[in-house]
Nanobody, 124 residues
Framework: VQLQASGGGLVQAGGSLRLSCTHS????????MGWFRQAPGKEREFVAT????????YYADSVKGRFTISRDNAKKTMYLQMNSLKPEDTAVYYC??????????????????WGQGTQVTVSS
């Protein structure tokens, strides 16, 4: 299973970006997919997650109300709509997926597949 993330870029504070993550594998049916991010000199942190079966979602407090996670099963794609971006949102964003339940959704160890990362830079 491969995950392909895209949609990053440079945007001014207050702007918006939409990230996409498409999974390969004709028989792969995720249990959960999520987004993590890592800023320079910092640890990777949880951003948002979505359960594939019922689209239930959870967010980090730092992005709640500004980011929206969604998925399109037919396109095998997960999205992260990011609005009201702030300079502190600057990071490499990684998408992740798990085939089964592996633990708490906010822990990176709960995901077994990872995309290559896409850079998001928010200028002030």
């Amino acid at each position: 299973v491969q995950l392909q993330a895209s949609g990053g870029g440079l945007v001014q504070a207050g702007g918006s970006l939409r990230l996409s993550c498409t999974h390969s594998g004709s028989t792969f049916s995720p249990y959960r997919m999520g987004w993590f991010r890592q800023a320079p000199g910092k640890e990777r942190e949880f951003v948002a997650t979505i359960k594939w079966s019922d689209s239930s979602s959870y967010y980090a407090d730092s992005v709640k109300g500004r980011f929206t996670i969604s998925r399109d099963n037919a396109k095998k794609t997960m999205y992260l709509q990011m609005n009201s971006l702030k300079p502190e949102d600057t990071a490499v964003y990684y998408c992740a997926a798990s085939r089964t339940y592996r633990g708490s959704y906010y822990l990176s160890n709960s995901y077994e597949y990872w995309g290559q990362g896409t850079q998001v830079t928010v200028s002030s």
